[in-house]
């Protein structure tokens, strides 16, 4: 399995972009899908994005579609979440995860998770 640790989350205002990164260990980054989630107090995982193995293939949530653009760099070992026009509601522990075959939406489709990187959106 891979080890992943994610990175860049924080306060932002509503209107405001935050970029996660997401960094794994081991020289198989890249036949690993990427995917992120999220989950709010008291609410399930919700699925966010997802990028398939060479960054071709791309899925996102129907409630972050066409604010949040995601991307990898294999010779980095790292995925990325760019999240623009935030809202309070985008308000969520994010979290990276990777799993053989192709990009899913599902978080039983990933076998390695990070610890979770918190997103604080404010109005």
């Known amino acids: 399995q891979v080890q992943l640790v994610e990175s860049g989350g924080g306060l932002v205002q509503a209107g405001g972009s935050l970029r996660l990164s997401c960094a794994a260990s081991?020289?198989?980054?890249?036949?690993?899908?990427m995917g992120w989630f999220r989950q709010a107090p008291g609410k399930e995982r919700e699925f966010v994005a997802a990028i398939s193995m060479g960054g071709i293939i791309t899925y996102f949530g129907d409630s972050v579609k066409g604010r949040f653009t995601i991307s990898r760099d294999n010779a980095k070992n790292t995925v990325y979440l760019q999240m623009n026009t935030l809202k309070p509601e985008d308000t969520a522990v994010y979290y990276c995860?990777?799993?053989?075959?192709?990009?899913?939406?599902?978080?039983?489709?990933?076998?390695?998770w990070g610890q979770g990187t918190q997103v604080t959106v404010s109005s």
């Open positions: 081991g020289r198989t980054f890249s036949s690993y899908a």
């Open positions: 995860a990777a799993g053989r075959g192709p990009p899913r939406t599902t978080p039983g489709s990933y076998a390695s």
